[in-house]
């Protein structure tokens, strides 16, 4: 397993525990981390703050990577998730992450999140 994939790793298993300490481990000083649709932010201390989402949500999400690929300084995932509202109902989702890192660490990431009301595709 490559190094960057092993900080891919790593920072998903933090985001399943809520781990700001093992996240922000995987990160450059100058993070920068788009949401399609959402928002974009850079720098370690505004993500720090949006690690947790929006407030409806109960922490941590369910994240199971479907595939990891690997070219150069970019890993691309595929992932499916699963967030707890407070109100008690979850929020299904897939997921499609680019990671491009430098030294080992993750100086972007780029993802478009889709919810998925019916099923798997929909």
Same mark, same amino acid.
């Given at each position: 397993?490559? $190094? ?9 298993? +933090? ?8 996240? /922000? ?27 947790? +989402? ?5 922490d941590p ?16 995932a595929e992932?499916? +998730?699963? %967030?707890? $509202?407070?109100? +008690? ?6 997921? %499609?992450?680019?990671?491009?890192? $430098? ?7 780029? %993802?478009?999140?889709?919810? /998925? ?6």
């Amino acid at each position: 397993m490559s $190094r960057n994939i092993e900080t891919v790793n790593t920072y998903l298993d +933090g985001f399943r525990k809520n781990d700001h300490e093992q996240i /922000l481990s995987c990160l450059t000083e100058d993070i920068r981390w788009t949401v399609f649709g959402a928002f974009q932010l850079t720098g370690k201390e505004a993500y720090d703050k949006a690690i947790d +989402g929006a407030p409806e949500f109960i922490d941590p999400p369910e994240l199971e990577v479907v595939r990891l690929v690997e070219q150069d300084d970019v890993v691309m995932a595929e992932i499916n +998730g699963t %967030a707890k $509202r407070a109100a +008690g109902e979850e929020v299904r989702m897939s997921m %499609a992450e680019v990671f491009r890192m $430098r030294d080992g660490k993750i100086c972007e990431r780029r %993802a478009w999140v889709i919810p /998925l009301n019916e099923n798997d595709y929909r």
